[in-house]
C-alpha cells in the first residue's frame, strides 16, 4: 500500500521523519551522504569553503525572563557579506534562539527547530517541556556534525521561558550536541568572549527589563568595537543589532527605535569621554 | 482448495459502502461554518482530550468524524503533509486545496483496494486572506471530495443537521456568537438533546489573529461567546 504520508511510525519528531523520508533536505545527514564531500577528500584538504559566518549573539537573564541579542553582519573572510542579516529567532510562544556561525546552514537549523516544536505540538496535542526544546535542539546540533568537518559550523543560543518554572533559562551547545544551561549569561560566535567580559562586569542578578537590554546592547557595542566579524550599530544606513524579551507573556520584538535610541545615548556617553 | 465465490465488482462496492456509512452515522456530528472573521467549527465530543477538530497549518484546519483511531491516522498524516511543504518551500505554499486532494486520493485506493474501507468522514478548511474565499472540502470515505459553501457538515445525521441550517442559516455572513448558537441550535434540535458546554469541542480559524489562526476554546471561553 502505497500512500503519501499515511504514517508507518508514530514519532512526533519533524526531524526523525524528515531523516526517514527526506534524507536529501536533512542538514548533517546531507552531508554525510554527500560521496564527494567525506573527510580526507581533496576538496576538503584544498582548505574549507568560504561561506558566510555569522557572529556575537547573547542571552541575558533579567527579573522577568531573558534578553536575546544578536548584531547584524556576516562576513565571508575579509569581506561583509551581509549588513544586515538577522541571527534572532522566535522558535515558538516561549523560546528563541540565536546563531553564530554558517549563516546558510544556521538560517536553516533554525527553520527546522521551528517546524519541529510546531509539528510535534499539533500532533501531540501539548508543547513540549523547556527541558524537552533544549534537548531536542541538542539533537539537531549532534546530527550537523560531519558538516563541521566541511567547515560549516552551526552553533546556537537557546533561551526559553519554563512556563512550569515560572523562569527564563539559557542553554549553550558545543559541536558534539554536548547541552549546557547558563544560569546568567552567556554571549557565543567570535566576539562572544568580549560580549562575556562585558556581562561579567555589569550583570547582577534581578536587573530589570531595561536594564538588561541596555547592558545586552552595550555588550554586542564592546564586541563590535573590538572584534572584526561583528557588526557595531551602523548609523548612517540606519542599521542595529536586534532584541527579543522572552517572558510569560512571549517572546517580543524590541522596536529598532527603542535600540536606537539606547545606542544614541552610549554613543554620546562614549564622545564625551574623548574630548 | 475451495475457490472463493464470485461477488459482482458493483456489489462488493455497495457492501462496503454500506458497511462505511453504517460506521459514521453512528457517530455524531461536527459543522464547520464561515463567520466574519474566518471559519467556526463545532462538534459534538463527550472527550475533552481525544479531539476531533484540529490545526493542520496556519490557515488551514481538520475535523474528522467516525472512527477515532482511523481520522486521528489522516490527521497526522496531514500534519506531516503541510510541514514538509511548508518546510520545502514556503509557508504559504501550504494550501487546503493539495492537502485535500491527497486525502482523496489515499481514501479512494483504501476504498477500492483493501478489505475495508476507513470509516470516516473528514472536513478540510482554510481561511482565506487578502480578499480571497474561504475553502472548505468534505471528503468522503470514498475519496469523494465536495467543495462547500457557507457551512459543511460531516459524521452523525450530517442530512439533518444540514436540512436545519439550509433553514436558519442568514443570507449575511453571521458574527462568531450568532454562528455559535446556530451551531449548537442545529446540533441540539438533530440530537433531541440540550448539549452541555463540556461535550461541546469548538475551536475557530480566526483571520485576526498572527500567523496561526487556528484557536482551540475552552467550555468557559465558550459560555462567554454564547451569552
Known amino acids: 500500500m502505497k500512500l503519501p504520508f499515511l504514517p508507518n511510525h508514530d514519532d512526533p519528531s519533524f526531524f526523525d521523519f524528515l531523516t526517514a523520508q527526506h534524507p536529501d533536505l536533512t542538514p548533517g545527514i546531507r552531508a554525510a551522504a554527500m560521496p564527494g564531500l567525506s573527510a580526507g577528500d581533496p576538496l576538503r584538504a584544498a582548505g574549507a569553503v568560504t561561506v558566510p559566518q555569522a557572529t556575537t549573539v547573547l542571552g541575558l537573564k533579567y527579573q522577568d525572563g531573558v534578553v536575546i541579542a544578536g548584531d547584524r553582519r556576516a562576513t565571508e573572510g575579509f569581506q561583509i557579506a551581509e549588513r544586515r542579516i538577522e541571527k534572532v529567532f522566535k522558535i515558538d510562544d516561549y523560546s528563541a534562539m540565536a546563531i553564530a556561525g554558517a549563516a546558510g546552514p544556521c538560517v536553516e537549523m533554525a527553520k527546522l527547530f521551528q517546524t519541529e516544536l510546531e509539528h510535534y505540538e499539533k500532533l501531540e496535542g501539548v508543547q513540549l517541556s523547556c527541558d524537552g526544546k533544549a534537548n531536542k535542539l541538542g539533537q539537531m546540533v549532534k546530527a550537523n556534525l560531519p558538516m563541521v568537518f566541511q567547515g560549516l559550523v552551526v552553533m546556537p543560543l537557546y533561551v526559553g521561558y519554563d512556563v512550569k518554572r515560572a523562569e527564563g533559562r539559557i542553554f549553550k551547545y558545543d559541536l558534539a550536541g554536548g547541552r549546557y544551561e547558563e544560569s546568567d549569561y552567556h554571549a557565543i560566535g567570535s566576539g562572544g568572549k568580549d560580549a562575556r567580559n562585558t556581562m561579567r562586569e555589569h550583570f547582577r542578578k534581578g536587573m530589570a527589563e531595561q536594564e538588561a537590554l541596555k547592558l545586552a546592547l552595550l555588550a554586542l557595542y564592546n564586541a563590535a568595537d573590538d572584534d572584526v566579524g561583528t557588526g557595531g550599530p551602523d548609523l548612517v544606513r540606519g542599521i542595529y543589532p536586534t532584541a527579543k524579551i522572552v517572558n510569560a507573556t512571549g517572546i517580543t520584538d524590541v522596536s529598532e527605535q527603542q535600540i536606537r535610541g539606547i545606542y544614541d545615548g552610549m554613543i554620546a556617553a562614549r564622545r564625551s569621554k574623548e574630548s | ?227
Open chain 2, 1 to 227: 482448495m475451495p475457490m472463493p465465490y464470485y461477488v459482482s465488482p458493483e456489489q462488493m462496492m455497495q457492501d462496503k459502502a454500506e458497511y462505511a456509512k453504517k460506521g459514521i452515522a453512528r457517530g455524531r456530528s461536527i459543522i464547520a461554518m464561515e463567520y466574519v472573521n474566518g471559519i467556526l467549527l463545532a462538534a459534538e465530543n463527550p472527550s475533552a482530550s481525544l479531539h476531533k477538530i484540529s490545526e493542520i497549518y496556519d490557515n488551514i484546519a481538520f475535523a474528522g468524524a467516525g472512527k477515532y483511531s482511523e481520522f486521528e491516522n489522516l490527521r497526522k498524516a496531514g500534519i506531516r503533509h503541510a510541514d514538509l511543504k511548508g518546510f520545502m518551500y514556503s509557508r504559504e505554499d501550504v494550501t487546503a486545496r493539495s492537502l485535500a486532494n491527497g486525502y482523496s486520493q489515499s481514501l479512494g485506493t483504501i476504498f477500492s483496494q483493501e478489505l475495508k474501507p476507513l470509516e470516516v468522514e473528514i472536513l478540510v478548511v482554510q481561511i482565506g486572506n487578502n480578499g480571497h474565499a474561504n475553502e472548505m472540502y468534505r471528503i468522503s470515505f470514498d475519496g469523494s471530495i465536495i467543495d462547500e459553501r457557507q457551512y459543511a457538515v460531516i459524521g452523525g445525521k450530517s442530512e439533518a443537521v444540514q436540512a436545519v441550517l439550509k433553514d436558519r442559516m442568514p443570507t449575511q455572513l453571521p458574527d462568531l456568537r450568532m454562528a455559535l448558537n446556530l451551531c449548537i441550535a442545529a446540533l441540539e434540535q438533530t440530537g433531541n438533546q440540550k448539549l452541555s458546554l463540556e461535550s461541546l469541542e469548538v475551536a475557530v480559524l480566526d483571520r485576526t489573529r498572527d500567523s496561526r489562526k487556528f484557536r482551540r476554546f475552552s467550555p468557559t471561553e465558550t459560555k462567554q461567546l454564547q451569552s
